[in-house]
């Protein structure tokens, strides 16, 4: 059969889906109640992370202390040096990185949707329990961000799980942006709030009110998604049917053998690896240091810092519907095939955030350096729809260890940016941020080669699931012939 009559009888088969009414009707669509979970829960993900960002501002400004006898002093909760704030800040790292591949490999076994489900309440309530720590000591801080770092290690390894079971190939750019721009929203909304938060009620308030909603979260995730839409019981016949056709044969239930030996040597996994990293790099690096920069050489109040610093984020979680939408419309049509999109959306990403971050540095007035910063970290929502996707393309059954395997790599940045951040911003200059600039700008152009020249779309040979029907038919002709 011919790509061309692939690409008809999907469409024919999503005409038939299509009678649930149009995409945005998610509610009559179970895959896509699903994928909005995923929204909120990855909305989750990101206010639990960024939160000790523009909380960290507050517990080390210097407040206003008014005494008995009228005299005015100022105090700060917390006097750590910019080596502590980055030690702080990279903590939660510590602990991500561990359980990437671990995280994978029991989504397969324990069930994805259980795994992220856990992984999130579990960060939730250590949450809850970081200002008593952190007024007792700074290394029970360190050390509960560690913690909340393990667990929320496996939300993306396990994401890549339910979407092997849930996702149809050509929504797969649609139904992952839908979700992974949770994690943007999460950050747009949570670091205003933060601001807010910190100054008008504490910087405490901040950690209990995310910890909370996150565990309501919890509670009805747990109660609706299930692991596969065959153990789904709302699911609809025809969704069903629509699905399992999609997805073609299924290991579910069965055993899955990870080939390590082919993933350290093929290509398209390494590519995906060094674009995960590449991406982080720039990504973390705002992520962890953009509220700091925007008060200490911008020159905005915390309140201000805050809703600035959620620009880039917004600007990403945006265009993440565009790219998803844009790249599963390429492929349904045949305009392009998967690797072309991939590379394509990839690389071009890449390109333009190198260019804006460059742009930055030339830039001296405060509107200029936030647009160019929103526009780089906004187009990485189309490297999203390229290396983001790109293991369920290449080996479905295999995609949550290898999103295990590049998100490991790709958690060095947060580890390794604010640590380099904080020796190289000594004197809170804009020349020590052209520094952290350039580096993004490098590291960016690197993924740019990698990728253009290794990524591929195609599902590998070492990735392909033996034909049951197939092997039967050729033990039968064996037979036959030594007869």
Not at 64 to 71: H, I, P
Not at 249 to 277: L, Q
């Amino acid at each position: 059969m011919t790509a061309v009559q692939d690409s008809k009888e999907t469409a024919s088969t999503e005409v038939v889906d299509s009678n649930q009414g149009p995409t945005w009707l998610f509610w009559r669509r179970r895959r896509y109640i699903v994928a909005f979970l995923a929204f909120l829960g990855f909305f989750n993900v990101y206010a639990l992370r960024v939160n000790l960002s523009v909380a960290i501002v507050a517990m080390t400004a210097n407040r206003t202390v008014q005494g008995e006898n009228g005299t005015v002093s100022y105090v700060q909760d917390f006097d750590w040096d910019s080596k502590t704030q980055g030690l702080i800040l990279s903590s939660f790292f510590y602990g991500y990185i561990v359980t990437q591949i671990p995280g994978g490999w029991l989504a397969m076994r324990v069930g994805g949707n259980r795994m992220f489900g856990i992984g999130l309440a579990a960060t939730a309530f250590f949450t809850l329990l970081t200002p008593p720590l952190a007024h007792a000591n700074v290394y029970l801080l360190v050390a509960v961000r560690v913690i909340e770092g393990l667990f929320e290690g496996v939300t993306y390894p396990c994401m890549h799980a339910v979407w092997a079971q849930w996702a149809p190939p050509l929504e797969r750019s649609r139904m992952t942006s839908l979700a992974f721009s949770g994690s943007y929203v999460g950050t747009v909304v949570a670091m205003p709030l933060c601001g807010f938060l910190a100054k008008e009620v504490g910087w405490p308030s901040i950690f209990y009110v995310f910890g909370t909603i996150c565990l309501v979260w919890f509670a009805v995730w747990w109660m609706v998604v299930a692991e596969s839409p065959e153990k789904d019981p709302k699911i609809t016949p025809e969704e069903l049917k629509y699905i399992q056709d999609s997805l073609g044969k299924s290991s579910n239930g069965k055993k899955v053998v990870h080939p390590w030996k082919k993933f350290a040597t093929s290509m398209p996994v390494y590519a995906i690896v060094v674009a995960h990293f590449c991406e982080n790099w720039g990504f973390y690096t705002l992520l962890t240091q953009l509220p700091t920069f925007m008060k200490d050489t911008l020159h905005f109040d915390l309140k201000e810092a805050g809703v600035m610093s959620a620009l880039p984020y917004l600007a990403m979680a945006l265009i993440l519907q565009i790219a998803g939408h844009l790249a599963d419309f390429l492929m349904s049509r045949g305009i392009l095939n998967t690797t072309q999109v991939r590379r394509t959306f990839n690389c071009g990403a890449f390109l333009c955030q190198t260019v804006f971050m460059l742009l930055a540095t030339v830039l001296y007035t405060p509107a200029g350096v936030v647009s160019c910063l929103t526009v780089a970290v906004g187009l990485g929502a189309f490297a999203l729809s390229g290396y983001g996707v790109n293991h369920l393309d290449i080996a479905p059954q295999h995609a949550s260890v290898l999103m295990g395997i590049s998100n490991t790599v790709g958690t060095l940045p947060g580890i390794i940016s604010p640590l380099v951040m904080g020796f190289i911003v000594q004197n809170k200059s804009a020349a020590e941020w052209k520094v952290v600039f350039y580096i993004a700008s490098s590291v960016y152009l690197f993924g740019v080669i990698v990728y253009g020249l290794f990524a591929s779309g195609e599902l590998q040979p070492w990735a392909k699931q033996p034909d049951p029907e197939k092997k039967e038919e050729h033990a039968y002709t064996n037979t036959a012939l030594e007869m």
